[in-house]
């Protein structure tokens, strides 16, 4: 069965130094890999996404996420870190042919001034 | 682009009472989602449309829930009677068939509270 696993429930950091979220997965085949992020009060917005090709993704607001195959992981990071990234992150796995995701239970992130 | 947009973003009622929800998703999207989102949870599939017809719904509580999406635009979530246990955040969600593949969009949700 399809699972996606987010280990860590809280991390904080301080404002400048750099995140890592981790996020491992379980699907019989190439998964379609997404990270959405979700501040207080909003929706999930797309942060990267993996589909095929490059294992090294980048997405907005200076994210970037690594697809590992032999590991199944696919972690999140941004090298320096701001006040305003502070939100919840989820990861999600989606399964081809019936497009659903399944999530992680989010990891929340709180950054230090 | 206008997003997906959700109306009411908060409601309050008490057990037994009944509820319900209005998605509009982005224009020319053909696939419509309802996620349920419990405190402390990520985001669990309740229901997937496409166009005015059901796809999955295998965990939808078919007992109090219930959505339609009628003439595959707009789509509307309903419970009924209210269960403490239902206290979440309602998403929606839509995504293009074909195209951008696997994206699904979503709105900024409804948050239930039942009392």
């Known amino acids: 069965a399809q699972s996606v696993t987010q280990p860590d429930i809280h991390i904080t950091v301080s404002e400048g130094a750099s995140l890592e979220l981790r996020c491992n997965y379980s699907?019989?085949?190439?998964?379609?890999l997404f990270w959405y992020v979700q501040s207080p009060g909003q929706g999930l917005q797309l942060l990267l996404k993996y589909f095929s090709g490059d294992t090294l993704v980048q997405g907005i607001k200076g994210f970037e996420a690594e697809f590992k195959r032999s590991q199944s992981s696919f972690n999140l990071r941004k090298p320096s870190v701001h006040w305003s990234d502070a939100a919840e992150y989820f990861c999600?796995?989606?399964?081809?042919?019936?497009?659903?995701?399944?999530f992680g239970t989010g990891t929340r992130l709180k950054v230090l001034a | 682009e206008a997003g997906v947009a959700q109306s009411p973003r908060y409601k309050i009622i008490e057990k037994r009472q009944s509820v319900a929800f209005w998605c509009n998703p982005i224009s020319g999207h053909a696939t419509l989602y309802w996620y349920q989102q419990i405190l402390g949870q990520g985001p669990k599939l309740l229901i997937q449309f496409q166009n005015n017809g059901v796809v999955d719904d295998s965990q939808l509580p078919k007992d109090r829930f219930s959505a339609e999406r009628l003439k595959g635009v707009d789509s509307t979530l309903k419970i009924q009677p209210a269960k403490l246990e239902d206290s979440a955040v309602y998403l929606c969600a839509s995504r293009v068939a074909g195209g951008t593949k696997n994206i699904q969009y979503f709105g900024a949700g409804t948050r239930l509270s039942v009392l």
């Open positions: 699907y019989g085949a190439t998964p379609y």
């Open positions: 999600a796995v989606g399964a081809s042919g019936t497009y659903k995701y399944i």
